[in-house]
C-alpha cells in the first residue's frame, strides 16, 4: 500500500479538481445567477475564478460534463438566487458564509481540500520507496 500511496494521493487530487472545475464552470453558466457569481468569484476569489474559467473550458469541450455541472450548480444554488439576485456583490460571502443545502456545503468545502490533497499528493511523492541498486551485485 505505501508503494502507491503517492498515486493514490494524486488521483484523489486530480478527482477533486476536475470535481470542482465542473461545479464552478457549471454555476457560471447558469442561466440567472451565472453572471453573479461569476463576477463575483473574479473579483474576490481567485481560486475559484481559476476553476471557473478552468470549468467553462472543459464544459464546451464535452457538453455533457458542461451539463452535469451545471445541474449539480442549480441544485445546490437555487435556493439562493432570489437572494444572490437581490445583492450580487456579495454572492462569494453569501455561498461560502451560509449553508444553504447538503450539495453546496459540499461543493463548498471541495475547494478547501483542494490545497489540502495537493500538499499530501507532494509529501506522498517526497516520501514514495526508491528502488535501491547495489553496485557489486551485478551478474553477468
Known amino acids: 500500500m505505501r508503494k502507491y500511496l503517492h498515486l493514490i494521493a494524486t488521483a484523489l487530487f486530480v478527482l477533486a479538481l476536475l470535481w470542482q472545475c465542473l461545479f464552478w ?54 435556493p439562493a438566487a432570489e437572494r444572490l ?25 471541495g475547494v478547501y481540500a483542494l490545497p489540502v490533497l495537493l500538499l499530501l499528493a507532494v509529501i506522498a511523492w517526497l516520501r514514495r520507496p526508491r528502488q535501491v541498486r547495489m553496485l557489486g551485485s551485478r551478474r553477468r
Do not use: C, H, Y
Open 25 to 78: 464552470g457549471g454555476a457560471s453558466t447558469l442561466p440567472e445567477t451565472g453572471p453573479i457569481v461569476r463576477r463575483s468569484a473574479l473579483r474576490e476569489a481567485p481560486l475559484v475564478a481559476g476553476l471557473l474559467v478552468v470549468g467553462e473550458l472543459l464544459g464546451k469541450a464535452v457538453p455533457a460534463l458542461g451539463d452535469l455541472g451545471r445541474g449539480w450548480a442549480d441544485k445546490a444554488l437555487s
Open 85 to 109: 439576485k437581490a445583492d450580487p456583490d456579495v454572492a462569494m460571502d453569501l455561498i461560502f458564509g451560509e449553508s444553504l443545502n447538503s450539495t453546496q456545503r459540499v461543493a463548498t468545502r
